[in-house]
């Protein structure tokens, strides 16, 4: 192997391994790796990009035609009390340096922050803030609908009395 290859190699993968040297790059990685990542909201103690009253908030997180630190995400929801489906599109963008997302969609943007590992792999534990509100907004998402994950994930985070509501 000529040295000028073994350095371009030694560049890649210092590259990345870098995107994901931490949770929040993982899952961003997990995204470029797979194509997209289905995430099911299970639990929330509030709102940021959401309204206060959707319920089966689904993200599916796009990574086609994305650098590696950037995603697109279609969220769909529906209100408490109705049946029609409605959308929201939203760009993620990691910031490795400080090791959070920037999510913007429909005018408005949250901060993402992952506060611990994946559980099983499969549910996730964010912090969400407004830029507006000093006020963090915790949420559990699972990759399956069932939310098994993630209420084994709750439990562990949030011990009773727990404010972080099931919202499938």
């Known amino acids: 192997m000529s040295t000028k290859y073994a350095h371009v190699v030694s560049l ?6 870098v995107v994901g040297a931490t949770d929040l790059g993982d899952f961003f990685q997990r995204i470029h790796d797979e194509g997209s990542v289905t995430t099911y909201q299970c639990y929330r103690n509030g709102t940021t990009l959401e309204p206060p009253s959707s319920r089966n908030f689904t993200v599916l997180w796009r990574s086609e035609g994305q ?17 029609e ?3 929201i599109e939203v760009s993620a963008r990691y910031k ?45 998402y699972d990759t399956d609908e069932t939310c098994t994950n993630a209420k084994a994930l709750r439990d562990q985070v949030c011990p009773e009395p727990c404010d972080l509501e099931y919202v499938r």
């Open 67 to 83: 650098r590696y630190n950037r995603a697109q995400a279609t969220c769909t929801y529906v209100l408490e009390g109705d049946t």
């Open 96 to 140: 490795r340096r400080k090791d959070y997302g920037i999510l913007s969609g429909q005018g408005a943007s949250a901060y993402l922050y992952q506060l611990q590992p994946p559980y099983q792999n499969e549910s996730y534990y964010f912090k969400e803030e407004l830029p507006s509100s000093d006020v963090p907004v915790f949420k559990i």
């Open 85 to 87: 489906e409605h959308s």
């Open 12 to 17: 890649i993968a210092a590259m990345a391994a």
